[in-house]
């Protein structure tokens, strides 16, 4: 009996201590109000702000088109398969040469970079592939740095992709950030043929060169 009623006003008294604390701390929350929104203010303001700069430069550089000019029919691509993850075919890709650019006497310009894949393709069992070519893109994240390629047939074997690339990597766009790379993005067209019929298809690629060496530095 002794050591219920002691358990009993041990709880009575943990209650207490938990309600007073509780008063005590919406009093203090209340005598300085003003002061606590002013600093919540100060603090939760500039970390909104960057938490919407960084989320909104990221999301933004992985907007791809494939266009020379961008025009009101420009189609902006958002969303991308890895390259052995195309249906009729598994594209083969090989970083073979890169060559920073270089800058033109008497002038801040940049010029003669680039960047070089050996691009083949096998067709998955079943399907009867052809006219496979891709367009490039080299972009980086984080920062609207673009450079668009030319059409090209790519052949089984492999055929030689070369992209102009004049800038000067890596960079660091926000605090705590660095691009090294550009990510290379692909907009691949083929054609099936099946039970005598051509059915063309068109698919979105990117391959990452992040931790990626090419095969050949120029200098």
Do not use: C
Not at 65 to 89: G, R
Not at 94 to 115: C, N, R
Not at 201 to 206: G, M, N, R
Request: proline content about 4%; charged content about 20%; cysteine-free.
């Amino acid at each position: 009996m002794v050591i219920e009623y002691l358990m009993k006003e041990l709880l009575s008294q943990m209650k207490k201590q938990k309600i007073e604390e509780k008063r005590t701390f919406w009093t203090w929350l209340h005598r300085y109000r003003t002061k606590v929104v002013i600093l919540a203010f100060l603090i939760i303001l500039p970390l909104t702000l960057i938490f919407t700069a960084y989320i909104g430069s990221y999301t933004s550089n992985r907007r791809v088109n494939f266009d020379l000019e961008v025009t009101e029919e420009t189609e902006v691509i958002k969303q991308f398969i890895n390259f052995d993850e195309i249906d009729a075919l598994i594209l083969n890709i090989v970083w073979s040469e890169l060559k920073h650019p270089i800058t033109l006497p008497d002038t801040d310009e940049l010029a003669g970079g680039y960047y070089k894949f050996n691009i083949s393709y096998v067709a998955n069992e079943n399907y009867n592939v052809k006219n496979v070519s891709v367009i490039p893109v080299l972009q980086t994240d984080w920062k609207n740095i673009r450079s668009l390629g030319t059409s090209k047939s790519i052949r089984e074997a492999g055929t030689e992709v070369s992209i102009i690339f004049n800038y000067e990597l890596p960079f660091n766009p926000l605090l705590f950030v660095k691009v090294s790379e550009p990510n290379l993005y692909l907009k691949v067209q083929y054609t099936v043929t099946s039970s005598g019929n051509d059915v063309n298809y068109t698919e979105y690629v990117h391959f990452s060169l992040k931790d990626l060496n090419p095969l050949n530095v120029v200098n």
